[in-house]
């Protein structure tokens, strides 16, 4: 009978992704699982749920009233696909429906507006208060990717995802490694759940209602196709990198965090066979962690 | 006592169930067999073998000492391979995925041309990096893309297909036409590779069916009794693809660089290597 990390490797090596998992039950007796879940890896947008539940202890702390409202000019705004990105006229908006946003959509105009708003230092200083080690947020998505432009032979970020989609080569990047880019580890994430799931403010239901709304399930939902079972949310894409994190709620069970980052062999951009390989993931490191509340 | 000299004729003996078989087989005479024997029965204080008139019979408790016995022989000459590595600083042990058929004799004589010895292994290329990662090998030819982590790899080299097994002619032909499965390596080998092929086999008109075979000889076998098709480096003896949509990509991948053996002059195989490879 093989280990839970024995079969994730299995598992991972059988979808052509390098893979990082951390599971831990958010109740009961200590439990939790994990293959390399200590390891550092660049994070891509899981940035935005730190960010998130930071916003939300500052909002608890009296800092920001969620009701104030945000300008979004449409000039400058950062590039996306969805949410505000998306749109091509002013905004207006309050702080906790941005984060709803952010969260939800993975909003990069969102999340810009508000790590501009929060700061990085103050972020950084935030995360060293808490219980992990080896996650750094250096920077927002747009510079991200500007530095893939960069690195990949100049012109407008815009360029960047296609570049790291090149199949006939191995496209490197500083974003790809965990020391210079923005970085985490499984194990840190189910950290971070764990707290925010623990947090009793209202602004901390309005970052885990946004991840119980998250607009697709295709990753580590895909390992849970029960309509009774929630899946809380984040996901994080960047070129090979494809993560999710999420809280699993099974009705009348101890809610359980898990962590899947992947790296992935293929350069291309649409991959479901990884993403259907996250939630095996996620259903292998979740199944032994059950149990009733 | 020597201890490997007597393993050595213990292993002989229980092999060859006869003292007489099992000197020819060492390059002995009979008389120092059975007094090797012998000495390792007083030595360990038990009987290894029951000699009546007829045959040499194995005891009990020879039996459970034999594996043991060739545990410690194969040991010994794990650690004489090792030394001798030592001895011959020339020597490559490279490793080449078993999918480069068409390619693997250019590679080898490329470096062999170098004035390196190369020990070459044929294997699928996850396994080829595994066993790079563990010291097995000093070099290894994998196809992209897969999973590289904890190892340095080198730039991927795009090289072009042929078809073998379709309808007979030469000129081009188009991948929608095929009808026929293709004959390929098991996916178990190279999982990233194997499902990049199917997904390029649909995309450009194939149904995307593969029939997974071992070896290259059994893949050839397959395609010359009618039953698939299969790719093939060499343009003399395939048929070109319109679009040319089945590149086989290869990277050169070694272990990084604080795990090299200071003996083997890497450059001289990334160089080799290159050379070696159709473009």
Known sequence: MSTVAQQLRSRARDAGVQAWVCASRLGGPPAHVGLDPDDAVPMASLYKLPLAYFWADQVELGLIDFHDRIALRRTGRAPGPTGISALQDDVDISHRDLVRLMISLSDNAAAEELLTRLGLGPLAAWLDQTQVQSTSVRRGTVESWQIVAQQTGGGPAAMAPGRLADIDSDVETSEYDAALASATSAADMCRLLAGLWESSGAAHEVVRDAMRHQAWRHRIGSGFPHDDVLIAGKTGTLGRLRHEVAVVEYPHEVPIAVAVLTSSARAEIHQPAVDLAIGELARLAVRGLRLPR | ?279
């Open chain 2, 1 to 279: 006592m020597d201890l490997l000299r007597h393993l050595s004729y213990f292993a002989a003996v229980a092999e060859h169930r006869h003292f007489g078989d099992a000197a020819a087989s060492l390059g002995i005479t009979q008389p120092p067999l059975s007094q090797g024997i012998q000495r390792l029965e007083r030595q360990w204080g038990v009987r290894l073998f029951e000699r009546n008139a007829r045959k040499v019979q194995i005891t009990d408790v020879g039996v459970a000492l034999l594996a043991g016995t060739h545990e410690v022989l194969r040991q010994a000459d794990d650690l004489g391979d090792l030394a001798s590595i030592w001895t011959s600083p020339r020597r490559v042990r490279l490793g080449l995925a078993g999918d480069l058929d068409g390619v693997v004799v250019k590679l080898v004589r490329a470096l062999v041309a170098e004035g390196l010895h190369v020990d070459p292994t044929i294997g699928g290329t996850v396994d080829l990096i595994e066993r790079l990662k563990d010291g097995e090998l000093d070099a290894v030819v994998v196809c992209h893309p897969t999973v590289v982590d904890g190892v340095w790899a080198g730039p991927v080299t795009v090289m072009q297909t042929c078809l073998i097994g379709s309808a007979p002619g030469t000129g081009t032909i188009a991948l929608s036409t095929v009808g026929l499965p293709f004959v390929v390596a098991p996916r178990r080998d190279h999982p990233s590779v194997h499902d990049q092929f199917i997904d390029a086999l649909r995309r450009h008109g194939h149904d995307g069916s593969v029939i997974e075979a071992a070896s290259a000889l059994e893949r050839d076998a397959i395609v010359a009794a009618g039953g698939g098709v299969r790719l093939t480096l060499d343009p003399t003896i395939g048929r070109p693809i319109r679009e040319q949509p089945l590149p086989i990509r290869v990277r050169t991948v070694l272990p990084v660089e604080s795990n090299r053996r200071p003996e083997v002059d890497y450059d001289k195989v990334l160089g080799a290597i290159d050379e070696g490879l159709p473009r």
